[in-house]
């Protein structure tokens, strides 16, 4: 059997200068009603180290440390089907309002993809609708998902610098 999911809502503070998109949040996040709630992925700990705030402040002080740092979180598919949590187990997928998103948000100059899924989703069913601000960068990045255990901590944490020149450091 097959659950019907609704993802969380944007969190998006005042000068967003980069959004990050996942995919579709997986269980423990969508149960707890946080981003990347899941013990063991690796997203906060590698933002707490790029925006510098303290990883072991409580959820709502990182969402802070991550809007005070001009980065906002999303996901790419808003509705779907899925059991358990995997990317690839993903059917029928309905993704989110960019159009609103971006047409409220001028500042914005990229988005950071956490991972495979959540680019190819957005290439797929976003980049067709000719909505995407031309001066975005659009930069894919490794997931930082413990499913996703091709790299080491230090080997996604290397490549998610790349957003570095988007954050104000906290």
Known sequence: MTDQLSGLT????ANVRLLILGSMPGAVS?????????PRNAFWPIMA?????NLNQPYADRITALNSAG??????IGRCQRTGSLDSAIRN??????AGFFAARPELLAIGFNGGKAWQSFKRHVLPLGIVPAQLQLLCLPSTSPAH???SFSEKQQQWQQLK???TTV
């Open 30 to 38: 969508l149960a707890q009603q946080q981003y990347y709630a899941h």
């Open 10 to 13: 944007p969190i998006a503070g």
């Open 149 to 151: 255990a091709a790299l």
């Open 49 to 53: 180290q790029l925006a510098g705030f």
């Open 93 to 98: 997928e309905q993704v989110n309002d960019f």
């Open 71 to 76: 980065v906002a979180l999303w996901d790419v």
């Open 165 to 167: 020149p988007f954050i």
